[in-house]
């Protein structure tokens, strides 16, 4: 996707990453430069809300235990 600056410096965020990102109106952006690419991450109002369930099916507690156990067997 490529969209192009205004006089302004502004810009058009594509509807598809507007949709997959649910980004709204009033909602922020940071903008990361990192001296070779830039990168656009939106920040969501409630992290907390935004970050409920995203862990859902990872098997945390599993992993959790299996690497406590692997810690233990390297002490």
Do not use: C, F, N
Not at 35 to 61: C, F, K, M, Y
């Amino acid at each position: 996707m490529q969209t192009s600056v205004t006089k302004r410096g502004q810009t058009v965020i594509p509807a598809q990453i507007r949709k997959r990102y649910k980004i709204r109106e009033g909602d922020s952006l940071v903008w990361i430069d990192d001296g070779e690419t830039i990168r656009v991450v939106p920040v969501a109002h409630d992290a907390i809300s935004a970050l409920r369930g995203s862990g859902r099916g990872e098997q945390l507690v599993e992993r959790l235990i299996a690497s406590r156990k692997e810690d233990r067997r390297h002490e």
